[in-house]
Nanobody, 122 residues
């Protein structure tokens, strides 16, 4: 139905920057919210940021002022610019999209990407 492909993870030193990308493809009729979650080893998956179709964004307190989420509705893509990275930002980052497949007759459903590793270490 809907596939999400993430890219942009990697190893970066503290204070550095990374930009994550997520592109949605498949039988997409409509997309509502798009967002990013992260999961560190041994911890639950937590919301990092999400953005509405109109562009309103919300962030977890731990990333406010350092991360910026954006989207390109024409490309069905969402991005996460991560600046001033800290070791505690190390986690697998997952893209999440609320999408309606095929037509308006179908219900919106949450879709997940496969995850991309972000490691912040000197």
């Amino acid at each position: 139905q809907v596939q999400l492909v993430e890219s942009g993870g990697g190893l970066v030193q503290p204070g550095g920057s990374l930009r994550l990308s997520c592109a949605a493809s498949g039988s997409i009729f409509s997309i509502k919210t798009m967002g990013w979650y992260r999961q560190a080893p041994g911890k639950q998956r937590d919301l990092v940021a999400f953005i509405s179709v109109g562009g309103s964004a919300m962030y977890a307190d731990s990333v406010k002022g350092r991360f910026t989420i954006s989207r390109d509705n024409a490309k069905n893509a969402v991005y996460l610019q991560m600046d001033s990275l800290k070791p505690e930002d190390t986690a697998v980052y997952y893209c999440n999209v609320e999408a309606q497949p095929f037509s308006r007759s179908f219900a919106y459903k949450a879709y997940w990407g496969q995850g991309t590793q972000v490691t912040v270490s000197s």
